[in-house]
């Protein structure tokens, strides 16, 4: 006898978390913007407020469109929940804040967005929790940077901009080994490209301002978790499993399991630093991902049109995509990856800085600007713009050089953007 | 808080409050596979508004200690066991699914302890199909996979969790990834071959409701108000949109019921 099955990713990907509005019958998820909700009664009131009852309150701690896209989201990637934010950075920042205080300690990847190398090395450092970066191409440096006050490893599914793939599997494994969850930015790889926790992973989150989006019209983060870390077992996390007197003395983990991380990072978290997503925003980024499975596929396409056209090309030095055979994760990426390593990655010119330049400018189709996973074609030089916070020795680390552009393929005519990419390789070379 | 049943760590979720004598108790047992925290939202309630609260975990199962308990009847016995390491005299138990063929059959066995008891999600008898048992006997993943689909209402993958941003299916595939292999496969068994539900309906002495879900794809509805009839005065309320996991499903309605029945 053959046992139920769940819905497949494309369904999900337009139903889950909603079903049509029960008082208006409006099939698209209709966008409260509403600050707060009013209460049935006085013990209504008090039942939200001390967690008896579900529902909303006030849309910082959440907000009925909002919860659309955390549970799509959650639905998407395998997980318990996922909590909606203001960006991707405010969702990295809720979850290490959720995690450890003053004192607490990061093993990452050095192959990070460059906010995130901010935030990790300069930011957070200000409030006492130390990060340190390394090579991910090698899973044991993780272990051997794991200090008794490490709380957390993290990488990116795909790091930016080399496409450094993570080895989850590998990661993870080192992670769960030392008692600690391993927490993935999935941004580049969207959950239609890869399921991070089915490979290991304990916590993701997206830029959902990117592929997610996937228009560049809203700015937003989501973090999910998979709820399969046990923190109770790992001894290491008393913000989940002991008495907190900042919410009434609720041991998170003894209360909700599961849900714990969640728990504390929404009655908290957003509850305290207030970085929450606007229900506008959560609209936009569900009209997105309700076509994530037809843009991905085509995304994809194009990118691998594009590399093959760079990379038989004169003026380019090194195209780092891991599909192709020099791509040092080109192994992995086939077995981690096997619909496609995404739609942004790197070229070097061979014209250096200054025809990286002429490059740049020369362009028609492709927009210069600090965003990827648009629809629309995309073109930034790193070295000056999102990583430019970095040390020549720290860029040479994250394999960035001066000659380094990055793409971000959207979905345009292909032939149309080669023809574009053309005119800046002539340029380049003048 | 943890006890200590037959030399093992068996813990009660008691909603932050140490345990009053004076104070009315609620129990609540959870169904297979599950724990204590199925219960979150309503067993808060009951903690916070005068009551004692001993939200189980069964041997086994969320932070007690196994081996895993084999029989309905062991159960039964097991909750009186904890009522007495917490020195509670007397209790109303809220079972849901396995659990509610535990408060069944302790409230028969118990009739002088047991006040009354509440049965959500409950068919008698609970038979689990051959393929069910079989999947999990082997602990395969497609044996989570029922649990967790039959487990919800057919619109659960597709509609809106009242808990906000939570995915109800994924939070009971994480909680049966924690189990011990071998103990959801105990649990279903021990539904399957519990023969005395009619024996202990007729045994009832205490106040009895039923709370049954209109879109249960585990236990019937229809199986359970056949059931409900069996036993004298007992009062039923169905809730029109829920499947199985009503406490997650429908959490208001199932807290409404318990509060005015209890």
């Known amino acids: 006898m053959a046992g139920p099955k769940y819905p497949g990713f494309d369904t999900l990907a337009l139903h889950a978390g909603q079903s049509p509005d029960a008082t208006t019958g409006a099939r698209a998820v209709p966008i409260y913007a509403t600050t707060s909700y009013v209460f049935r009664d006085s013990e209504h009131a008090a039942s939200l407020f001390n967690m008896e009852r579900a529902g909303h309150v006030y849309s910082r701690i959440s907000n009925p469109t909002v919860a659309v896209l955390e549970e799509r989201m959650a639905a998407l990637e395998g997980g318990v929940g996922a909590i909606a934010t203001a960006s991707g950075q405010a969702a990295l920042h809720l979850a290490v804040a959720t995690l450890m205080d003053a004192g607490g300690h990061i093993v990452a990847s050095n192959a990070l967005y460059g906010g995130s190398h901010n935030l990790l090395g300069y930011t957070l450092k200000r409030f006492g929790i130390d990060t340190t970066f390394v090579a991910p191409g090698t899973p044991d440096n993780f272990r051997r940077a794991i200090r008794p006050q490490t709380r957390l490893l993290f990488g990116e599914t795909l790091g930016n901009p080399g496409l450094e793939v993570l080895d989850v599997p590998a990661v993870s494994k080192v992670a769960h080994e030392a008692g600690l969850p391993l927490l993935v930015d999935a941004t580049f790889t969207t959950p239609y490209l890869m399921q991070p926790f089915a490979l290991g992973a304990d916590l993701l989150y997206h830029s959902a301002t990117k592929f997610l989006g996937g228009h560049g019209v809203a700015i937003g983060g989501v973090l999910v978790d998979s709820g399969r870390f046990d923190w109770e077992k790992s001894g290491k996390f008393p913000q989940l499993t002991a008495p907190y007197a900042g919410f009434h003395d609720m041991d998170f983990e003894e209360e909700s399991g599961t849900r714990a991380f969640l728990l504390r990072a929404r009655r908290e978290g957003l509850r305290d630093f207030g970085a929450c997503m606007a229900p506008m925003t959560a609209f936009h980024i569900l009209q997105g991902i309700e076509t994530l499975h037809l843009r991905m596929p085509r995304h994809v396409e194009s990118t691998r049109t594009i590399v093959q056209f760079l990379a038989s090309n004169a003026a380019v030095g090194k195209v780092l995509y891991p599909e192709l055979p020099g791509h040092p994760d080109h192994a992995l990426a086939q077995k981690l990856l096997p619909k496609g390593c995404g739609a942004v990655f790197c070229f070097d010119l061979k014209s250096g800085r200054e025809g990286g330049k002429r490059f740049i400018e020369a362009l028609r189709v492709f927009s210069h600007l600090a965003n990827v996973g648009d629809a629309k074609s995309l073109v930034i030089h790193p070295a000056s713009t999102t990583h430019y916070r970095m040390t020549d020795a720290d860029l040479e680390k994250a394999g960035i050089g001066p000659g380094t552009v990055r793409l971000s393929i959207g979905l345009e005519d292909a032939a149309d953007l080669i023809e574009d990419l053309a005119r800046g390789l002539r340029a380049a070379q003048k | ?262």
Not at chain 2, 153 to 171: E, F, I, K, S
Request: aromatic share 8%.
């Open chain 2, 1 to 262: 808080m943890n006890f200590t049943l037959d030399g093992r760590q068996a813990f009660a979720y008691t909603a932050a409050h140490a345990l009053d004598p004076a104070r009315p108790t609620v129990v609540f047992a959870h169904g297979a596979g599950l724990d204590h925290s199925w219960f979150s939202l309503q067993s808060r309630y009951f903690g916070y508004h005068g009551r004692n609260v001993l939200a189980l975990d069964f041997p086994a199962h969320g932070r007690s200690e196994g081996p895993v308990l084999a029989t309905v009847p062991e159960m039964a016995d097991w909750v009186l066991r904890l009522l007495d390491a917490a020195q509670i005299e007397k209790a109303g138990i809220v079972g849901h699914s396995m659990g509610a063929l535990a408060a069944l059959e302790c409230a028969a066995r118990h009739s002088g302890r047991i006040e009354r008891i509440a049965l959500l999600g409950i068919a008698y008898p609970m038979k689990v199909s051959d393929a069910f048992l079989g999947a999990a006997k082997e602990n395969r993943q497609d044996a989570y996979d029922m649990e967790t689909i039959w487990g919800h209402a057919p619109r659960v993958p597709l509609g809106g969790n009242p808990n906000p941003g939570m995915w109800m299916y994924g939070d009971t595939l994480a909680r049966l990834a924690r189990l011990a292999p071998g103990v959801l496969y105990s649990d279903l068994r021990a539904c399957n071959e519990y023969a005395g539900g009619e024996a202990a309906a007729g045994k009832l002495k205490c106040p009895v409701l039923f709370i049954l879900g209109r879109h249960d794809q585990m236990t019937a509805p229809k199986a359970g108000l056949a059931f409900a009839r069996k036993v004298p005065g007992a009062q039923v309320v169905q809730i029109a949109p829920s499947g199985h996991s009503l406490m997650a499903e429908s959490p208001d309605a199932v807290l409404d019921a318990l509060a005015a029945f209890l």
